[in-house]
């Protein structure tokens, strides 16, 4: 089964920038849809960001115009840049992926995380005022 490792959270000041990593231990071009998911204590898991097998990518509202998602094949990595944090932002940040269906909706994938089988250990995410 396809294994995922996140790195790359730590702790910010509000404004400040992190790029999170996602490795896969595989990734076969055209057929995974790969995201990015998160959950603050207390609270339901959420999305932030989705790649579907054919390249379009999503994000969620609250995130639009600060957050980016893309992936690159030969290192079968998935990144999520944040940038203007805010402490909002606060929480676990989990890489999920799962096979993608024929014709993938890039809404739909961001937001059914129960859909996705694999997922990475999470890495935490901590913005301060």
């Known amino acids: 089964h396809v294994q995922l490792v996140e790195s790359g959270g730590g702790s910010v000041q509000a404004g400040g920038s992190l790029r999170l990593s996602c490795a896969a231990s595989?990734?076969?071009?055209?057929?995974?849809?790969m995201g990015w998911f998160r959950q603050g204590a207390g609270k339901e898991r959420e999305g932030v960001g989705i790649?579907?097998?054919?390249?379009?990518?999503a994000l969620a509202d609250s995130v639009e115009g600060r957050f980016a998602i893309s992936r690159d094949n030969a290192k079968n990595t998935l990144y999520l840049q944040m940038n203007s944090l805010k402490p909002e932002d606060t929480s676990m940040y989990y890489c999920?992926?799962?096979?993608?269906?024929?014709?993938?909706?890039?809404?739909?994938?961001?937001?059914?995380?129960?859909?996705?089988?694999?997922w990475g250990q999470g890495t935490q995410v901590t913005v301060s005022s």
């Open positions: 595989e990734l076969i071009v055209g057929d995974i849809c």
């Open positions: 790649i579907v097998s054919d390249g379009r990518t």
């Open positions: 999920a992926a799962r096979a993608c269906p024929s014709r993938p909706s890039n809404s739909f994938e961001l937001a059914n995380a129960a859909l996705y089988n694999y």
